[in-house]
């Protein structure tokens, strides 16, 4: 089983910062990769980003591309959301999600491509 606990949501004006950070605990084999997803109110919840934790690499949706970076914590068992020139479009719960357990087929941009999921964390960016 493992437990991820978001932090570091909040209101900011346009053109803020703001960083969440998703801290991982528990034991499972992985993770294989960890990611963001995204939820406004009234819509469905949307990929945001993820983290290939052996690689190192990531991916973005291209709404957020050159505004928002992943990146791994020191103790590289969780992951921080860097959102940088926020939008109101941005305004969100933001969950952190994490891809672990036996191998199987996991698509990274998909929601069943995770295991386990956080609690999530409400953005708010005001215009």
């Known amino acids: 089983q493992v437990h991820l606990e978001e932090s570091g949501g909040g209101s900011v004006q346009a053109g803020g910062s703001l960083r969440l950070s998703c801290a991982a605990s528990?034991?499972?084999?992985?993770?294989?990769?960890m990611g963001w997803f995204r939820q406004a109110s009234g819509k469905e919840r949307e990929f945001v980003g993820a983290l290939r934790w052996n690689s190192g690499s990531t991916v973005y949706t291209d709404s957020v591309k050159g505004r928002f970076t992943i990146s791994r914590d020191s103790a590289k068992t969780g992951v921080f959301l860097q959102m940088n020139s926020l939008k109101p479009e941005d305004t969100a719960v933001y969950y952190c999600?994490?891809?672990?357990?036996?191998?199987?087929?996991?698509?990274?941009?998909?929601?069943?491509?995770?295991?386990?999921w956080g609690q999530g964390t409400p953005v708010t960016v005001s215009s």
């Open positions: 999600a994490g891809a672990y357990g036996a191998p199987r087929l996991r698509t990274i941009g998909a929601m069943g491509g995770y295991d386990y």
């Open positions: 528990g034991r499972a084999v992985g993770p294989y990769h």
